[in-house]
C-alpha cells in the first residue's frame, strides 16, 4: 500500500497517496472542490478549469494536478470563487441551456453549479450558437448547443467501451463533440447501455424516451446543493 502524506487546503491538513490529484485527495477529506470535466473512474480530462486552486501561490487544475507532501493549496477563497464563477458564467453564454424547458433540469451539473454560485444573470454575452443535432439513433439524441465539451462521452467511450464512438473536431469556438467523424449517431454501434451514454453532466446526450421518469422536485439537485456529498464526508 503507498504510505500516505500530508498538505493543507486552506490550512487544514489533508492526507494523501501518491498518484492521487489534489481534488481525489480532497474529495476523500470531505471538502468540496468545484468541478465539472471531472468524474472518478474516468481519466480527468483538464479541459473546464471549474476545479482551478492555487498550489504555492499558482493556478493549477486540481482534477489533474498530483497532491504532493507539503503543498500549500487554496481552495475557498473569494479570488478562486470569482474565476470559478465567471468560468461557469462563460459555459452558460457559450451554448443554448434553456434549462426551464431541459430535461436534464435538476440532474444537470452546470445548472447546479449556477445554483451554487449563484448565478441569476450572466454578465457576458450570449452566442447563441446553432450547432448539429442528432436524433437519428432510435435510442439516443444528441444536442450539441448544451455540449460543455468536458471530453466525458470521449474518454468513457474509448476507455470503458472501446468503441470510440464520440472525439472533438474543430478548434476554439468551432469546436464540437463528433460522433465517428461525420457519422450520425444511428451510424454508430454506440447502445444505450454504454457508459458513455451515463457520462454527460448537461443535456448534451440524452436517451429518450426516459427524459421525465423522476419527476421534477425528486431529482439530484433538486433538494441540496451540488458538492453536499462531499462536504457530509467532514462529519
Ligand atoms: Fe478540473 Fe474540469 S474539473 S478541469
Known sequence: ?????????????????????????????????????????????????????KVDGRFQAGCVQPAAPGIKVEN??????EI????????????????MFCEKSGDCELQALGYRFGIAAPKHKYLFPDRKLDATHPEIFIDRNRCVLCGRCVNASRDVDGKTVFEFVGRGIDKTV???????????????????????????IIKKGVGFKTPIGQRTYDHEPIGSDIERRKG
Open 1 to 53: 500500500m503507498s504510505e500516505k502524506f500530508v498538505f493543507t487546503i486552506d490550512g487544514v491538513e489533508v492526507k494523501a497517496t501518491q498518484g492521487q490529484s489534489i481534488l481525489e485527495a480532497a474529495t476523500e477529506a470531505g471538502i468540496y472542490i468545484p468541478s465539472l470535466c471531472y468524474m472518478k473512474d474516468l481519466i480527468p480530462h483538464g479541459s473546464c478549469r471549474v476545479c482551478t486552486v
Open 84 to 99: 470559478r464563477k465567471d468560468i461557469i458564467e462563460m459555459l452558460f453564454v457559450e451554448g443554448n441551456h434553456y434549462c
Open 178 to 204: 463528433a460522433v465517428n467523424s461525420d457519422a450520425n449517431l444511428s451510424d454508430t454501434d454506440i447502445s444505450i447501455g454504454d457508459k458513455s451514454m451515463d457520462v454527460c453532466p448537461v443535456g448534451c
Open 76 to 81: 475557498d477563497t473569494p479570488e478562486l470563487m
